[in-house]
């Protein structure tokens, strides 16, 4: 039976290799007859007459300080829509997405009607929604605005979902391997399924069946893209070694031939790649599975059958090596006409989307276009790693090699060819095609710089000396041929770059800041103190101790030294009250008489150390202590600090309220309103005094105060939330406190009354809230910004 399958396979790649060989034998021939010159001229001619404007010194002085970098995503789209160049700009890029991804000609009214509705959907959701600040994420990019699009169209969960994968695989790219790379392409593959089924979809689709057929999109997209950083990515990195790279992809080409993953053995990996491996198979495997179920008995075949083809094609070029001087041209070239056909054929087999007339034809000729762009503007990171492309290989042996196509002249070949021969000379595909071919030159100049670009061309120059000057001359002059798929694309790395390095930075913030709040904490026994004080004192300092994650008082001193600059001598007796506050409330709340807890911060709870009368007394201690601490701030203005001392007070009293309502509350339902409020009450008001107390100390103005008490509200609530959810699912080692203690005590919490859904819907809806007040505040602080993620992603 694995013989037949075997040969199956391999009857499926030689039928592949014989097609792509018939493909390059023809472009071959107008390489060597230099036809694609004198139709790429005439195109130029008529293309140049809407691209290349005559400028004078003037014009080209204004256009170059005024025109910002497309780099700058905000700058440069409201740059365009002042221009009124936006909706042709979008339609270029649309239009060419409908061209290669979707394999559609653009002469048909019912596709342009289609790319309008599309370009309409991209201003909506990705432009007109988008922050306005310099630097702003743009909102359909945040996690906010992904749940918030995911609400409107009633596929929550499977947001959720998504963020959680993203984040959990993000986590586990190795060393070696670029995260950020293989998120952006793992991003890339999501939004593109979910737009090929938008596309698919008319007005009239039922409202029940759209946010089905965009829940499978969202997990079909994670599913397939997923291949991207833990096969292929996974394969080209030095992060298994050579033995594990065979085993690897003989596991893939397994799954692939005998439709299922085979069984994982840890001993057969090395011991830093067991666990790597252990995640991968896991997460490769449920994808498969969630893949291949969603298959129909029509695409169920031709899904296994592309899939194969396009491993194999991949697996062959793997293996090559630079330093091997005899590589033929059909070796060079049939794997990656291969595996760029298969790979956009492939992702309509996983939607299982209609296909017109024609598509498997034009996609297949399509793919290469943009696997040679993608090598020559990728080849010095090729080099570096000594991987073989047409253009390193080219590089290296050209001059010792005279029978080796340049893959510069067949990546012009090819589109000509698409052109004429496969878009019928249609003058809307001809101005997509040179423009995304010149755009593409432009961003390589501005990337290697002028004379590594120049290095490049004199190796790489077409031997028609007229038509490589004419593109010389198209690559400096011409003007509107930017694309929207790049802006994304460069926006997605810098977001992700930008991200990652905050992420690090607030974790070093919170790592330093807790260690030099430790020697801050404990309360000091003054030489000639009552033994009754002494051992209040000594407890207070046990209760202080422990594995606390010290949120409120990092709050507090970050808010007060880092965003409003406060000194740090200042602001220590502020930081002291809010923690004495804060671990009070602690030993009330785990008094027997109230949530009775045996354990807190890793150990066991005071009044199990010692009895709940000593417990009680020490909270009354720590309240006065803190009271003390505030009363101290003698560097600030009078008036502020009286101000922060009634504040306080006022707050100290709602905490007791809220915690009375939830004694109050156990063995009742409550609504959702008045869950909200007792979380507030006893949650929020931590939070909110963490933040306003600094700015009371700065005397910020009470505008931004309310800010930060809406942010501190919705933060709070989301806080909570996720502590309900990991009370019912975690664990005494991770919580520093038993799991379960809400269900034992018969309290009503999130999860008792919205279920583990609609407790995360929940949660996520105030991380919006919290994250769009972030955006109208008058300063950026990615603390808080990080503050929310960490609240809602910890484990603990």
């Not at 909570?720 to 009370?727: E, G, P, S, V, Y």
Request: glycine share 6%; hydrophobic share 40%; net charge negative.
């Amino acid at each position: 039976m694995i013989i037949e399958i075997t040969d199956q396979a391999g009857a499926w790649y030689q039928q592949a290799e014989r097609k792509a060989a018939e493909y390059f034998e023809s472009l071959y021939k107008q390489v060597m007859d230099q036809s694609y010159v004198t139709n790429l001229t005439q195109d130029f001619a008529q293309w140049s007459k809407q691209h290349v404007r005559n400028q004078t010194w003037i014009s080209l002085y204004s256009r170059v300080n005024k025109k910002p970098s497309s780099k700058h995503y905000h700058l440069y789209l409201r740059w365009l829509e002042r221009r009124g160049e936006l909706d042709d700009y979008l339609d270029r890029s649309v239009s060419y997405m409908y061209m290669r991804d979707l394999g559609k000609t653009l002469d048909s009214s019912d596709t342009a009607v289609r790319i309008q509705r599309l370009v309409g959907f991209i201003k909506k959701h990705m432009i007109e929604s988008s922050g306005p600040g310099e630097g702003e994420l743009p909102a359909f990019l945040s996690l906010a605005g992904v749940y918030r699009w995911a609400k409107k169209e009633g596929v929550e969960e499977a947001a959720i979902w998504v963020i959680h994968k993203l984040k959990t695989v993000g986590s586990h790219i190795p060393d070696g391997m670029s995260a950020d790379h293989g998120i952006r392409k793992l991003i890339k593959i999501i939004i593109g399924v979910v737009l090929h089924v938008i596309e698919d979809m008319d007005d009239d689709v039922p409202q029940e069946e759209r946010s089905r057929r965009l829940d499978a999109a969202i997990r079909l997209g994670y599913s397939y893209g997923l291949t991207y950083p833990f096969i292929d990515d996974l394969l080209d990195s030095g992060v298994l070694n050579p033995e594990e790279k065979i085993m690897y992809s003989q596991m893939i080409r397994t799954t692939l031939l005998q439709g299922s993953v085979p069984a994982f053995h840890r001993q057969s990996w090395s011991e830093a790649n067991a666990d790597l491996i252990g995640f991968v198979h896991s997460e490769l495997g449920e994808a498969f599975d969630y893949m291949k179920r969603h298959q129909s008995a029509e695409t169920r075949q031709t899904f296994f059958e592309q899939s194969y083809v396009f491993f194999e094609s991949q697996d062959v070029d793997r293996v090559k090596q630079l330093s091997n001087a005899s590589y033929r041209n059909e070796e060079l070239f049939l794997p990656i006409i291969i595996k760029s056909a298969s790979s956009r054929l492939i992702v309509r087999s996983v939607i299982g989307a209609a296909v017109d007339e024609g598509f498997d034809h034009r996609t297949f000729y399509y793919g290469i276009y943009n696997q040679l762009a993608d090598d020559f503007a990728d080849m010095h990171d090729d080099l570096r790693d000594g991987a073989v492309t047409p253009y390193t290989y080219y590089w290296t042996y050209q001059g010792t090699r005279e029978d080796l196509i340049n893959p510069f002249e067949l990546y012009w070949t090819v589109i000509s060819h698409l052109i004429h021969d496969v878009y019928h000379s249609d003058a809307k595909a001809r101005d997509v095609i040179l423009n995304r071919a010149i755009n593409g030159l432009k961003r390589s100049q501005e990337r290697l710089g002028k004379d590594k670009y120049a290095e490049m061309m004199a190796v790489f120059a077409p031997r028609d000396s007229d038509f490589h000057q004419l593109l010389e001359q198209m690559a400096s002059k011409a003007d509107r041929v930017e694309f929207f798929d790049k802006l994304l694309r460069d926006q997605m790395i810098h977001m992700l770059r930008n991200d990652r390095t905050e992420k690090a930075q607030f974790k070093e913030t919170v790592r330093a800041v807790r260690n030099q709040l430790k020697g801050l904490m404990p309360i000091p026994v003054p030489g000639e103190e009552l033994p009754v004080r002494e051992s209040l004192i000594e407890a207070a300092n046990y209760s202080l101790e422990g594995s606390g994650k010290r949120l409120r008082p990092i709050m507090a001193w970050v808010m007060g030294v880092s965003e409003y600059g406060l000194p740090e001598s200042s602001i220590a007796p502020l930081v002291r009250s809010l923690e004495y506050m804060h671990t009070a409330s602690l030993i009330f709340d785990d008094l027997p008489s109230q949530d009775n807890a045996a354990s807190r911060r890793g150990r066991p709870t005071l009044h199990e150390i010692h009895d709940s009368a000593t417990a009680e007394l020490t909270g009354l201690f720590m309240i006065q202590k803190a009271m003390e601490e505030q009363s101290s701030l003698t560097s600030f203005d009078p008036k502020a600090v009286l101000s922060l001392i009634h504040y306080s007070s006022r707050r100290a009293a709602d905490m007791c309220r809220g915690q009375a309502m939830d004694l109050g509350s156990r063995g009742k339902t409550l609504t959702l309103e008045q869950l909200n409020t007792i979380c507030f009450y006893k949650t929020g008001i931590a939070f909110e005094a963490s933040l306003v107390m600094p700015a009371i100390l700065a005397q910020a103005p009470e505008a931004e105060i309310e800010l930060l008490k809406s942010y501190a509200y919705h933060a709070g609530i989301a806080f909570q939330i996720k502590d309900d959810l990991l009370d019912l699912e975690g664990s005494l080692q991770l919580l520093g406190k038993p799991a379960g203690k809400d269900a034992e005590n018969n309290n009503s919490t999130f999860v008792t009354l919205l279920g583990r859904e609609g407790a995360s819907k929940a949660m996520w809806e105030h991380y919006c809230l919290a994250s769009e007040v972030l955006h109208k505040m008058p300063r950026r602080s990615a603390f808080l910004h990080h503050l929310l993620d960490y609240l809602i992603n910890r484990d603990y």
